[in-house]
């Protein structure tokens, strides 16, 4: 049986409440299972960072709530949400996603830090972390000594340091060059795969759209269609 | 982490971490240096218009300052030396007899302060011997007196000559001698320089019929700062007959000025406070909104705002430490040489300076208080503008923070 990680119901967010409502979020429910690799794609505007936002407890609903393995966390407020989030939800954003001043290590090791974990754990699974994204050999490097590419890859090891629920990603290729992108989604999907991590992500880029394994179709606000890739398009961009 | 984090984020931006800190560096310095010079000079001051003839502390008996006649003498008894014996911050106790006489030579007679003195004494404290200008010191045995230089000139006395002094003695008796001179004084201050007459302490005695009686016993002590706590024991052993009185109390003038010229310490150092303020909030401000997306991205992956502003409160108390740091260790060797080697004028200034019994020179004062006091000030004025990011922070939504 498929245990749901994400379990959002009747979101709605809705700006500029008092004078011309605008909804960027539309009564949306959405159910996401462990496991899955799912993208959500939309048009600019069309709410998907909202609702990355209102999943990841970075804003508040409107209406409607989010539940994260059962725990209600629209309900959380100051530092136990902020714990919340820290242990079970991982980020990628879209670039400048590192502490500029620490190396790649120090990085994956910061939100392990935040977590209080002891130092013989926080150097294993750095090293397991940085193994898993092919960069051994940039342990010690800056963020502006890598990539941007790179620094996603490291961004990816930091968000999965914590070991969280999920990683969400708001159009974490939009600023990466097909090679990099593709690099990027290959440590993604080996990661889904190897190790069943689960990833919900914004995105425009059709190539993304291609290897996700569902995508969820956001139109002012709405989720319009919720489908999977037809097997022809799979085996054209799976590798 | 947390520490090599804020280390780390000092020196993103060298330069603009380093102008900070020389800004902090010279404010500090510029500061202990105003100090250090404003209490060397006041130092001096005090210790020339104390050390010249009033001594820190004097005790009268009760009503002489405001009456300054022999009938407010007192009796020099045991009970008395034994308190001034059993202090031991007071170093120097010189007993005077001190009234106004008519001197005369010939036909020419002129108003003088006849200072009757323990002549061992007075030399300690006030270093009499050293302004013979001719002839010898006198003795406490002696029946000479010393004259001092403008009386001198103008009565026409030499070393050797007779002055005669003509006034009014204890209890109104009739008070008249003639005394050999034994020397003449030459006093920077031209009000003593015209009218001062020194005559050891049992002639001026014998002389007024005063015996054992004196005006006043001036007091030096072994620390300045002590000097409130001594004046605060002897108004508390000696009693209610007895007035006890700081060279404040008796130049209030000199305290006056002291007091003012410490208000404008308070002013110039407040506008170099103002800028140092400014200038260290300029840079927060830059580090504040040119790190807002990293702040947001922070706080979005699980860093609580509670540790978040104690990196940036560390990385203000950071900046600021190393610019006191830096401040201090340029001002501590500018002050000691500038104590060993103070500043000295020259020319006429300098003549103007002496002839008012003032060194012309400009000290400083090399105090741990200064260095602490002002250094607690500039790190106060840096905690306090490094409230502005922890109000930023504490105000910060991550969302908002990290929109483009």
Known sequence: ?????????????????????????????????????????????????????????????????????????????????????????????????????????????????????????????????????????????????????????????????????????????????????????????????????????????????NRARRVITLEDGKIVADTAPTKIEHLLYEK | MIAKLIWRNLWRNSRRTLITMASIAFAVLFAILMKSFQDGVFNNLIKNVVGYYTGYV???????????????????????????????????AIPRLETFVLAS??????????????????????????????????????????????????????????????????????????????????????????????LPLKATQSFLSAENQLTSISLGIDNPKNMDVIV???????????EIMSWQKMMPEIANHIKADGYSFYVFSGILYLIIGFGLFGTLLMMTTERKYEFGMLLAIGMKKSKLATILLGETIMITFLGILFGIVLSLPLVIYLNQKPVKLTGEIAKTYEQFGFEAIFPTTVDSAIFINQSLIVLIIAMFIGMYPLWHVSNLNPIKAMKK
Not at chain 1, 99 to 110: D, G, Q, R, S, W
């Open chain 1, 1 to 209: 049986m498929k245990e749901t990680v994400i379990d959002a119901h009747n979101l709605s967010k809705i700006y500029d409440e008092k004078t011309i409502p605008v909804y960027a979020l539309n009564n949306v429910h959405l159910h996401i299972q462990r496991g899955e690799f799912t993208a959500i794609k939309g048009p600019s505007g069309s709410g998907k960072t909202t609702l990355l936002n209102m999943i990841g407890g970075l804003d508040n609903p409107s209406g409607g709530f989010v539940e994260i393995n059962d725990t209600n966390i629209t309900a959380l407020k100051g530092n136990r949400l902020i714990d919340f989030r820290l242990n079970n939800i991982g980020f990628v954003f879209q670039s400048y996603n590192l502490i500029p001043v620490l190396t790649a290590k120090e990085n994956i090791e910061f939100i392990m830090l935040l977590q209080n974990r002891p130092k013989e754990e926080r150097e294993k699974r750095v090293a397991e972390l940085l193994k898993q994204i092919g960069m051994e050999d940039k342990v010690d490097k800056r963020p502006v000594e890598l990539s941007g590419g790179q620094q996603q890859r490291v961004a990816v090891a930091r968000a999965l340091a914590p070991k969280p629920q999920f990683i969400l990603a708001d159009e974490p290729t939009a600023n990466l060059d097909s090679i990099a992108a593709e690099n990027l989604l290959d440590v993604m999907l080996k990661l889904n795969k190897e190790e069943n991590i689960t990833f919900v992500f914004s995105t425009h880029d059709q190539r993304v759209i």
């Open chain 2, 58 to 92: 004097q005790i009268h008996q009760k009503g002489y300052w405001e009456e300054q006649v022999l009938d407010n003498s007192f009796t020099n008894n045991t009970a008395l030396s034994n308190v001034i014996k059993q202090n031991p911050q007071i170093k120097n």
């Open chain 2, 105 to 198: 030579k010939g036909n020419t007679t002129k108003g003088c302060l006849l200072v009757g003195t323990d002549t061992e004494k007075e030399n300690e404290l006030t270093h009499l011997k050293s302004k013979l200008k001719s002839g010898n010191y006198f003795q406490n045995k002696d029946n000479e007196v010393l004259v001092a230089e403008g009386l001198s000139s103008r009565l026409n006395l030499n070393v050797s000559d007779t002055i005669v002094l003509f006034g009014q003695g204890y209890h109104g008796i009739m008070a008249a001698g003639k005394y050999r001179i034994k020397g003449i004084l030459s006093l920077a201050s031209p009000a003593m320089n015209n009218s001062f007459v020194y």
């Open chain 2, 232 to 242: 605060k024991n002897m108004r508390k052993k000696m009693g209610e007959d007895y």
